[in-house]
């Protein structure tokens, strides 16, 4: 019911083509990051989920429905989008107050949330006060104050101490634990990479990857062998790239590893490793959003020693 579906969605600003026929789907029970370059349309593609820009073509639909005729909107998803919404001279627990009476909720959800959010000491001083964690941890109990089942959160870690950004990760995963959809834009690439099951990733308005991060960080297979050479030759003729990594060892992209022990029995060359190789979120994340240039050429299957 609480799947997000971006769908061939474009939007322009001007000249400006901010979102250019995206499309993906962000599932429940998972946490899935929003990544990109600055300027690469994620703010406009959660602002279009949310209603708040309309698209020039294409959808975006919280269960099949626009936000806008959700029955109960406050109810079903929660959001951070815009930072320091606040009035400074408002205590947060009357900002909360205020939140709560939009929403049709008790006033016993301000309370409660506050203290969820680690907030209940500073609840009566004003937000002008709050350091930069504190209003983010403000915002954030705004988002869950009618416990939705959706949140959708544009940078929610800006400002939060690793204590904070421990405490926030774990809250968000206990969500998605519990079936709900947590979709969240960040450039902590290093936090997502611990927080997130899948990412989405765009540049330029466009689509560069989705899928589970752990499948993603696959990025080839690392191979011992004794006979490199031998190696080389037996997977000439195979649709891969072979990279001869700074500890000697192998890295063969292109095809599974399945295929590598296979073409290495058949010639005769023994294997002393044959496992996955994983790359951090950070070094995908440079190579998808990298711009091209005129001399970018496509990787071919030669050798290519790492220096």
Not at 215 to 233: A, E, F
């Amino acid at each position: 019911m609480h799947a997000l579906e971006i769908d061939h969605l474009t939007k322009r600003y001007g000249d400006n083509l901010a979102v250019d026929d995206l499309t993906f789907r962000v599932e429940p029970g998972r946490v899935t990051g929003f990544l990109g370059p600055n300027g690469s349309g994620k703010s406009t593609t959660m602002k279009i989920l949310l209603d708040l820009a309309t698209a020039d073509d294409g959808s975006a639909t919280i269960g099949g429905t626009r936000y806008r005729e959700l029955a109960d909107p406050f109810r079903t998803v929660g959001v951070i989008l815009e930072p320091n919404a606040f009035h400074p001279a408002r205590t947060g627990r009357n900002h909360l107050r205020v939140v709560a009476d939009a929403g049709n909720l008790p006033s016993t959800k301000v309370g409660e949330t506050l203290r969820l959010v680690g907030l209940s000491d500073a609840a009566d001083r004003g937000v002008g006060t709050y350091s930069l964690g504190m209003r983010q941890r403000l915002g954030l109990a705004a988002a869950l104050l009618g416990d939705p089942p959706i949140l959708v959160l544009d940078e929610p870690a800006n400002g939060l101490d690793p204590e904070g950004i421990r405490w926030l990760r774990d809250l968000l995963r206990s969500r998605a634990a519990d079936g709900k959809t947590v979709f969240v834009s960040s450039h902590l690439l290093a936090e997502v990479e611990h927080l997130a099951d899948d990412v989405v990733v765009i540049n330029r308005g466009r689509l560069v990857t989705t899928g589970a991060i752990a499948d993603l960080r696959k990025i080839g297979t690392s191979v011992r062998t004794p006979s490199k050479r031998s190696l080389i030759t037996a997977l000439d003729g195979a649709d891969c790239l072979v990279e001869t990594q700074i500890d000697g060892s192998l890295l063969v992209s292109g095809i599974p590893a399945a295929e590598i022990g296979d073409r290495a029995l058949a010639a005769g060359v023994a294997l002393h490793e044959l496992s996955p190789h994983v790359g951090s979120l950070e070094d995908l994340f440079m190579g998808w959003t990298a711009s091209p240039t005129a001399t970018d050429a496509p990787p071919t299957k030669k050798e290519k020693v790492l220096t």
